[in-house]
């Protein structure tokens, strides 16, 4: 599976950015799929997780109200869509395929990664 996200940019604080992750080489409909993130200097940390037929969707606490994450299968594709966005969301985003079942929080449960997008928020 190859994941390619896309959709960062530079936005002000409050505003907003939809990121997508377009999946090729087999279908993740059956995949739990994540979204990471990782700032300068900092871990890669879980931002938002989907399983494979988004009956279930978990956050990080430092984005729920913000942040929802969704799926088309039919696409291939996975989105972030992220509101209110905050100087402390400045990261490069990550999004991750992962082949069990459940949803899953940590980096090292992921199958699959993208290349990353940059998202940078200015106060």
């Known amino acids: 599976v190859q994941l390619q996200a896309s959709g960062g940019g530079l936005v002000q604080a409050g505003g907003s950015l939809r990121l997508s992750c377009a999946a090729s080489?087999?279908?993740?409909?059956?995949?739990?799929m994540g979204w990471f993130r990782q700032a300068l200097g900092k871990e890669r940390e879980f931002v938002a997780g989907i399983n494979w037929n988004a009956g279930s969707t978990d956050y990080a606490n430092s984005v729920k109200g913000r942040f929802t994450i969704s799926r088309d299968n039919a696409k291939n594709t996975v989105y972030l869509q992220m509101n209110s966005l905050k100087p402390e969301d400045t990261a490069v985003y990550f999004c991750a395929a992962d082949r069990a079942s459940g949803l899953a929080y940590t980096a090292r449960d992921y199958d699959y990664w993208g290349q990353g997008t940059q998202v940078t928020v200015s106060s």
């Open positions: 080489g087999r279908t993740i409909r059956t995949f739990v």
